[in-house]
């Protein structure tokens, strides 16, 4: 039997002590080899590809739940996107048109026009002369032979007032102060500010946009439970493979990265379908969308997903599913111990 | 590999005394048997030895290293350096005979040819040469014994643990096994196997410690 370390002799503990640190480097991780880093992911990355595939409808089924969890946000942005690209159009058409008293001179109004031109929170003015005013007027009303009846042209001058200011919620009372202002000119007769079914619309798309921002913070968290828990199934599908290897000495590191990976395809599996989903989605709606909008005599296409926005899809999605399943890995993982 | 237990117990939360004051020093190179009736301690002894299970009291020295002193980050690489055959951590019947021995040098960053190299000597030395592309399911009892003996060898580890390796074998493929144990240990890996097998202990002739309810009641002398 060994005698109790308190009998030894000092100098021998001395000796033993710097042995012992001579050796402790036996204990220290090996020294960082990028190359075998690289190849251990590779093998990783296609080896657990082919886990997924060994279960196709297991894999095909989670797979198809992410996508449709994913696909909802995702058609939700397109649809916002949408929105926001015709409305865009429309800002651009928001003006403040001032009808001018009709006993007005062409001088004092060109006098007017310029005199506005140059304020500081107006982009531009337009000038629309009677006869200008006549021959829109006739262009698109069809009113060609009633008007042709009449002894003079019975129309004023109008000023296309463009503001500098974009119209959108936080612009519009500043507009409408400006729009007063434009009323109190004396030359003014009337002062009309299109704004109105913009503040409405405004507030709509704000509505939607939190909606938006909502639904996919839900069903974002639901993608990384799903994967979270299909993790956990197939870490604890592994239970034996993991204390096996726990034994004969890998690190945790080592054991989570496999399943990193599967978290990794599901998400960018789940990724790809959920783009598929939306692209046909908007194929399928784009007819009608561009009918309607043509209603309201605006030219509109409807934009699907582009090439940013996908690889921005499943780089999210990829992300999505690395991180739900480290969750569920690193917990269950640390839970699994020999015994 | 060189072991010193100085006074070690361990006591498991739930109270029991599993392990105390077990002093015993397993020189590099040496080969001894750990008997006792089950329940003694053998497999914790084993387990403090992995690293499994830490101790309550006393020290643990590993070729001179306190085991203490080691974080739970130094665990995988300690264990690298052990081969164990324990029961009931056994083969993953989901790959071949060839890809469980290869395990540990998967885990340690072996590449693709040392792997196939070292995993043929190790079968080689079990006598399972010709069956690596099998599944070990296909394989009796003593060989799958042997499949996991080539997996605690095949990384060249120096000191080799045995926890019951002989547990469901007949008498003669016990004797088989404790002379692959026997064979590894003339080459200068330390051994040290936990048998309850009294017969089969006093017949090798080597170092016996014996444990009866957590205690060494004996250590030296054949059983």
């Given at each position: 039997m060994a005698k109790p370390p308190q009998q030894r002799p000092a100098q021998r503990g001395a000796t033993r002590q710097s042995l012992s640190n001579n050796r402790q480097s036996a204990w220290r991780a090996p020294s960082f080899d990028f190359k075998l880093y690289l190849r251990q992911h590779q093998a990783f990355l296609i080896e657990s590809f082919t886990r997924l595939i060994a279960h196709p409808l297991a894999s095909l089924m989670t797979v198809m739940v992410l996508a449709i969890s994913l696909s909802l946000p995702g058609g939700l942005f397109v649809l916002l996107k949408n929105v926001q690209s015709v409305t865009d159009q429309w800002e651009q058409q928001s003006v403040i048109s001032l009808y001018l008293f009709?006993?007005?001179e062409d001088t004092e109004a060109l006098a007017l026009s310029h005199q506005l031109s140059s304020r500081a929170d107006v982009e531009s003015v337009e000038y629309i002369s009677k006869e200008e005013g006549l021959r829109y007027f006739e262009q698109s009303s069809g009113y060609e032979q009633i008007m042709s009846t009449l002894p003079e042209n019975p129309l004023p001058i109008v000023l296309k007032v463009i503001p500098k200011a974009i119209v959108d919620l936080n612009t519009l009372p500043e507009l409408q102060s400006l729009r007063d202002h434009l009323q109190s000119?004396?030359?003014?007769?009337y002062a009309q500010l299109d704004a109105e079914w913009l503040q409405r619309l405004a507030t709509m798309i704000n509505f939607g946009q939190r909606f938006v921002y909502a639904i996919s913070a839900l069903l974002v968290i639901a993608v990384l439970l799903i994967v979270g828990n299909t993790i956990r199934m197939a870490v604890e599908s592994r239970r034996d493979e993991v204390l096996v290897m726990k034994l004969v000495g890998a690190t945790n590191s080592y054991i989570r990265r496999p399943f990193l990976y599967m978290g990794f395809w599901f998400g960018v599996l789940g990724g790809v379908f959920a783009c598929l989903c939306i692209m046909i989605l908007a194929w399928w709606v784009s007819a009608p969308a561009e009918r309607l909008i043509e209603l309201y005599h605006a030219g509109f296409e409807l934009q699907s997903f582009n090439a940013v926005e996908i690889i921005m899809c499943l780089t999210i999605s990829a992300f999505i599913g690395v991180i739900g399943s480290w969750i569920a890995v690193s917990r269950h993982i640390r839970d699994i111990e020999l015994q | 590999m060189e072991i010193e237990f100085q006074r070690v117990g361990k006591k498991y939360e739930s109270g029991h005394d599993a392990l105390s004051q077990v002093s015993f020093h397993l020189q590099q190179g040496e080969m001894a048997f750990l008997t006792g009736?089950?329940?003694?301690g053998k497999s914790t002894l084993m387990k403090l030895i992995m690293m499994i299970e830490r101790q309550t009291t006393g020290k643990i020295l590993v070729d001179g290293v306190d085991?203490?002193?080691?974080?739970?980050?130094a665990i995988p690489f300690h264990r690298r350096r052990v081969g164990v055959v324990f029961q009931n951590h056994q083969l993953l019947f989901d790959r071949s005979v060839f890809h469980n021995v290869a395990l540990p040098l998967q885990v340690s960053g072996a590449d693709d040819e040392q792997t196939g190299k070292r995993v043929r000597a190790a079968l080689d030395k079990v006598g399972?040469?010709?069956?690596?592309?099998?599944?070990?399911?296909?394989?009796s009892g003593g060989e799958q014994q042997r499949i996991g003996i080539a997996r605690a060898v095949v990384n060249k580890p120096q000191l080799l643990l045995a926890d019951e390796p002989t547990g469901n074998l007949d008498p003669r493929l016990s004797a088989e096994i404790m002379n692959l144990f026997q064979e590894f240990n003339r080459v200068g890996v330390t051994v040290l196997v936990a048998s309850h097998d009294l017969a089969l202990v006093a017949r090798m002739r080597h170092r016996v410690l014996t444990l009866n309810q957590g205690r060494m009641v004996n250590d030296g002398g054949f059983a």
């Open positions: 009709s006993n007005l000119l004396p030359q003014v007769e | 009736h089950s329940g003694a085991l203490r002193t080691l974080g739970k980050s399972l040469l010709g069956k690596e592309k099998l599944n070990p399911m296909a394989l």
